[in-house]
């Protein structure tokens, strides 16, 4: 089961070109845009749900919730899990779902969302300024070139967006939109075309995400220090020559949990046990290469060092295996709530049922193409390796009644 996950815009309108789009790519972008949508691509900002969709459409409220989870992974390194809840009447979108939770977006109200209509231009800005608030990322009044003050439609500003579209403009992140024989407006109540959203989120990456914290630099990785508070564990357990790893489950339940310890009951509970790790991942680029990336994982604190060493593996591996997206900790069923199981890649590699036949039936993501796809995780490649060396599960051969190739878990649930 997965955890799951964009770029900025410009005002004008010029030739189009019919691009050769890649599996996931836009069709048609414009001239003018190449660039920007290439380099938003290599933030990994573009969705799935953009596959040979038209560059120059209005993006729709459903389709910019993709974008700005994207966003928020971009500024903050951390992947989000996917909420099986349904709030909506009118929507099952599992990236609608996850922003709304998430607390990036609002419905219409009494159930409703409104999918697949144009978002506004203010609305934009509420839900890039709603990834700052989640991310914790401050974004002071500054003196920017523009100030919504100077555009001649500046009172057709909805109350709800005025902090957030004065945001986006002070930081140049939306601009004015030039109409022929009008003075530029700010439009808010206009829509964005799907390249136009990608260029300003990628701005606002671009202008944000190093607020976050810092990236890792060189190979200057340290291990996590192990809070002892509530374990038995001596602290050196991690450092001392006599230390092997557990290989039964008493064993590894004496690891995670301490001496007699039991499953943690309740999200205080888990929470208390977790710390956030820093780790170097590749991340693939749009024209094949590959680039140091940190992603933060948030895990059991007491298999801190284990999973440093294993990305540090992976990193270090021949394969330099892309990872897009990643995470751990997450209350709800199964090892996720104890910070002792981790999923990779979602979209790329899929969870799913095994039907009578052999077929396989997709439960979350799309597919598992190892060979294909290089997101997609092959068995005896550089991550199944490294995990499986520290004791760890793979979900793509664990089980008789389904197959979870992003899912691996240290006691094998």
């Known amino acids: 089961m997965p955890f799951p996950k964009l770029r900025r815009a410009g005002a004008c309108i010029l030739l189009l070109t019919q691009l050769v789009p890649g599996a996931h790519a ?5 001239v003018w845009a190449q660039n920007d949508i290439e380099a938003a691509r290599d933030a990994g900002l573009e969705p799935n749900v953009f596959a040979s969709l038209s560059a120059t459409a209005p993006v729709t409220r459903a389709e910019f919730c993709a974008i700005a989870l994207n966003a928020y992974e971009n500024v903050t390194g951390k992947s ?3 909420s099986t809840e349904q709030p909506f009447t009118d929507c099952t979108d599992p990236d609608v779902i996850t922003a709304y939770k998430l607390g990036l977006v609002s419905g219409r109200g009494d159930g409703i969302f409104d999918p697949d209509a144009p978002i506004q231009r203010q609305d934009l800005c509420v ?7 989640k991310a914790k990322i401050k974004a002071p009044a500054i003196a920017g070139d523009a100030c919504v003050e100077d555009f001649p439609d500046v009172s057709s500003l909805r109350d709800y967006a005025v902090d957030a579209m004065i945001t986006m403009v002070d930081y140049a992140i939306v601009n004015g939109v030039a109409a022929t024989g009008k003075a530029t407006q700010l439009a808010p109540a206009g829509t964005a075309t799907r390249e136009q959203a990608l260029i300003m989120t990628n701005r606002f990456c671009n202008t944000f995400a190093s607020s976050y914290r810092p990236a890792i630099d060189g190979d200057d990785v340290e291990l996590p220090t ?3 508070t509530t374990n038995t564990k001596p602290s050196d357990i991690w450092t001392g020559q006599d230390f092997t790893l557990p290989t039964t489950d008493a064993e590894k339940m004496t690891l995670v949990y301490g001496e007699g310890g039991t499953q943690y009951q309740s999200a205080e509970e888990a929470e208390a046990n977790m710390v956030e790790i820093a780790v170097k991942v590749w991340k693939l680029q749009s024209d094949g290469s590959k680039t140091t990336g940190t992603s ?11 999973y440093t060493k294993i990305f540090e593996e992976i990193y270090n591996g021949d394969e330099k295996f892309p990872i897009k997206n990643v995470g751990s900790y997450a209350w709800r069923t199964g090892e996720h709530s104890q910070g002792t199981a981790i999923d990779i890649n979602w979209e790329e590699n899929m969870e799913a049922t095994i039907n009578a036949d052999g077929t396989l ?3 979350c993501g799309t597919h598992w193409t190892p060979g294909e796809d290089p997101f997609s995780i092959p068995e005896g490649g550089d991550v199944y390796n490294a995990f499986t060396k520290y004791g760890f599960t793979w979900g793509g051969n664990a089980w008789r009644s389904k197959r979870d190739y992003m899912h691996f878990s240290y006691f094998g649930r």
């Open 361 to 363: 039936t997709p439960t």
């Open 80 to 82: 989000v899990a996917p």
């Open 127 to 133: 839900m890039l300024v709603n990834v700052l608030n």
């Open 26 to 30: 836009l069709s048609g972008i414009s």
């Open 296 to 306: 933060y994982i948030t895990v059991n604190k007491n298999l801190a060092p284990i």
């Open 226 to 228: 192990i809070d002892q």
